[in-house]
């Protein structure tokens, strides 16, 4: 049984770390966006900004694509291996990105190597967790999501005061210290349950080496509602990292410097762990699949959202819409999990969730750079914002199918172990009563002998 404490609150706060440092500069990479573009846009290039947001798009899309070979290498060379790796590469990332003159070595450096490092750090931080907490895993992991959340809101007035007075460069190695103090909390993760010798000797644990069927299962599609989850939540995700990534630019453009544009990322993050923490207890009331529900809610609100940022026109309005944008952001993100549990069980969560995030970074790194390309085209960031509203609504009408679709296909698996439990009981009554049968004439014969 996990210890439920203990050495478990270190772990807990070297996950919360990881948490908030690597989600912490990937959401802030609107400030990064605008000092990227002023440092290497000084040409006549039309289309700066679509070659600039592909570095910050592709570096989110990797964190997720990585997460299916994380999940294996998690599996079999265990967390802190994996964790402590990954950390490592992140940081020899980020560093070779603040020595590049182009933006071009910055697609390597920043959006894939960085980026790896980033998803290898990341994804043990969640599964440890399970090794330590049990009974307190929900109110865990809703302390651990929470850093991603602090950072959100304090990283990027840091990175705009860096920024300003020691330039980009020097500021990538600013956060070089993040990601070293993520490899030191690496070496935390210390495992607590049987390892696959143990499982050798014939010990069963929780989280052993799976078998070699078992490294890359894909067994979890053949649940249909867990394909359309997995490939519904994608569809939804084209427009919802572009807010992200534009919205520093957009400010920019419709109101020039007069405004504190960093404010906006500030009620995204506030209201995102807020929203994390409010929706994730409501989650626990609502039962099985229907928790898709709260997904559909939120992808509605995100998109709606979305298309109301080019239609505000006063400073205020913006604000309002990202606190609204970040509250269901955080209930989006919240209930991958619980939601992922009701689909596919237990025992095949992780790997579900890992090939999910796999497919998530495909749209999340396409959405950005076609946004950006949109408004090397139009001078305007308004037909972008508009269209990336589009498939959270259609994403979320996707979902809605799931709840009806998984009762049906627990019906009929309801109906499976009762005619295999009937089997089951006639043979065992046919057993007994040859058995019987056999054991009386065995006797008649002892006493007729």
């Given at each position: 049984?996990?210890?439920?404490?203990?050495?478990?609150?270190?772990?807990?706060?070297?996950?919360?770390?990881?948490?908030?440092?690597?989600?912490?500069?990937?959401?802030?990479?609107?400030?990064?966006?605008?000092?990227?573009?002023?440092?290497?846009?000084?040409?006549?290039?039309?289309?700066?900004?679509?070659?600039?947001?592909?570095?910050?798009?592709?570096?989110?899309?990797?964190?997720?694509?990585?997460?299916?070979?994380?999940?294996?290498?998690?599996?079999?060379?265990?967390?802190?291996?994996?964790?402590?790796?990954?950390?490592?590469?992140?940081?020899?990332?980020?560093?070779?990105?603040?020595?590049?003159?182009?933006?071009?070595?910055?697609?390597?450096?920043?959006?894939?190597?960085?980026?790896?490092?980033?998803?290898?750090?990341?994804?043990?931080?969640?599964?440890?967790?399970?090794?330590?907490?049990?009974?307190?895993?929900?109110?865990?992991?809703?302390?651990?999501t929470a850093g991603s959340s602090l950072f959100t809101v304090s990283l990027p007035f840091l990175l705009r005061v860096l920024i300003d007075s020691v330039g980009l460069y020097n500021t990538l190695r600013v956060l070089c210290?993040?990601?070293?103090?993520?490899?030191?909390?690496?070496?935390?993760?210390?495992?607590?349950?049987?390892?696959?010798?143990?499982?050798?000797?014939?010990?069963?644990?929780?989280?052993?080496?799976?078998?070699?069927?078992?490294?890359?299962?894909?067994?979890?599609?053949?649940?249909?509602?867990?394909?359309?989850?997995?490939?519904?939540?994608?569809?939804?995700?084209?427009?919802?990292?572009?807010?992200?990534?534009?919205?520093?630019?957009?400010?920019?453009?419709?109101?020039?410097?007069?405004?504190?544009?960093?404010?906006?990322?500030?009620?995204?993050?506030?209201?995102?762990?807020?929203?994390?923490?409010?929706?994730?207890?409501?989650?626990?009331?609502?039962?099985?699949?229907?928790?898709?529900?709260?997904q559909v809610a939120s992808f509605f609100f995100i998109g709606l959202m979305s298309m109301m940022i080019p239609l505000c026109s006063v400073f205020g309005g913006l604000i309002a819409v990202c606190l609204f944008m970040g509250l269901f952001d955080g209930c989006f993100i919240c209930i991958m999990a619980p939601i992922a549990f009701e689909l596919v069980g237990a025992q095949d969560v992780s790997q579900a969730i890992g090939f999910l995030l796999g497919l998530m970074s495909i749209p999340m790194t396409v959405g950005p750079p076609i946004a950006g390309l949109l408004r090397d085209r139009l001078g305007t960031y308004d037909v972008a914002l508009y269209l990336a509203g589009v498939p959270p609504l259609v994403g979320g009408a996707i979902l809605c199918f799931i709840p009806w679709v998984h009762e049906r296909q627990k019906s009929k698996e309801r109906a499976k172990p009762l005619d295999g439990e009937t089997t089951e009981k006639m043979l065992e009554n046919e057993s007994t009563l040859v058995s019987d049968t056999t054991e009386k004439a065995a006797k008649e014969m002892e006493s007729g002998f």
């Open positions: 049984e996990p210890p439920e404490g203990g050495w478990g609150w270190v772990v807990m706060l070297a996950a919360m770390w990881c948490n908030g440092a690597v989600f912490g500069i990937q959401n802030s990479c609107g400030v990064l966006f605008v000092s990227m573009l002023k440092l290497f846009g000084g040409g006549e290039d039309k289309q700066m900004s679509f070659k600039t947001a592909w570095v910050s798009s592709l570096s989110m899309g990797m964190v997720f694509f990585c997460s299916p070979i994380v999940s294996v290498f998690t599996d079999l060379f265990g967390c802190r291996k994996v964790a402590v790796v990954g950390a490592a590469v992140g940081f020899a990332g980020l560093l070779s990105s603040s020595f590049v003159s182009t933006i071009e070595p910055l697609y390597f450096t920043y959006g894939i190597l960085f980026a790896c490092g980033c998803s290898f750090a990341y994804q043990p931080s969640l599964v440890i967790l399970g090794h330590y907490f049990k009974k307190r895993l929900g109110l865990v992991n809703g302390i651990v210290i993040l990601m070293f103090i993520l490899f030191l909390a690496g070496f935390t993760y210390k495992p607590v349950i049987s390892s696959a010798k143990d499982k050798e000797g014939g010990k069963k644990g929780k989280f052993g080496f799976p078998s070699e069927r078992k490294i890359c299962n894909f067994s979890v599609f053949k649940v249909l509602s867990y394909r359309i989850w997995a490939f519904g939540i994608p569809a939804a995700l084209f427009g919802y990292f572009v807010p992200y990534v534009h919205l520093m630019k957009h400010v920019e453009d419709r109101f020039g410097d007069s405004v504190p544009k960093e404010v906006l990322l500030l009620c995204l993050g506030i209201t995102s762990g807020v929203g994390r923490l409010i929706f994730g207890r409501v989650a626990d009331y609502i039962p099985g699949a229907k928790k898709v529900y709260l």
